[in-house]
């Protein structure tokens, strides 16, 4: 399983560009990656945020669930708003570039974005997108759930 996180800054998207060597080499793309045993997919999100972007972040609610290539492969991605940090890569181990985008900013840039995650994050600029919030009734707290 993939989670991913689009962090808000104000008006502005964190990316991260993909280092050389990952299969996406080159590519800015939302910070995701895989959860590890015994993670929860929100803990995987925000450590993924972390690990590739330098930026601590909160969820705000789940986005929405992709199916993505390769048999029963699913990514999770949550809206966040960031807390804290600075963008910064991971230093050339999975990124080597980390930096908030505006709409207009993505426009008149010259290096390409992953087309999921730009598709993704255009819609979630312009408001067009529903979240669902983490249920704070939720029995099983502190696991989050998401109704």
Known sequence: MCVGAVVLQGEQALFV??????????QWSIPWGLVDPG????????????EEGGVTA?????????NLRGEGWVGIIFLCQHVSGTPVS?????TDEARYFSLEEMEAFGEPFEPWCEW??????????????????????PRVAFF
Do not use: C, F, M
């Open 17 to 26: 560009r993909q280092a050389k060597g990952h299969p996406l080499e080159g």
């Open 39 to 50: 993670e929860s997919p929100d803990s995987a999100a925000l450590r993924e945020t972390v």
């Open 58 to 66: 909160h969820i705000e609610g789940l986005l929405g669930i992709q």
């Open 90 to 94: 991971d230093g050339g181990v999975e």
């Open 120 to 141: 993704l994050v255009r819609r979630v600029l312009r408001g067009e997108y529903h979240v669902i919030p983490p249920e704070e009734s939720n029995p099983y707290r």
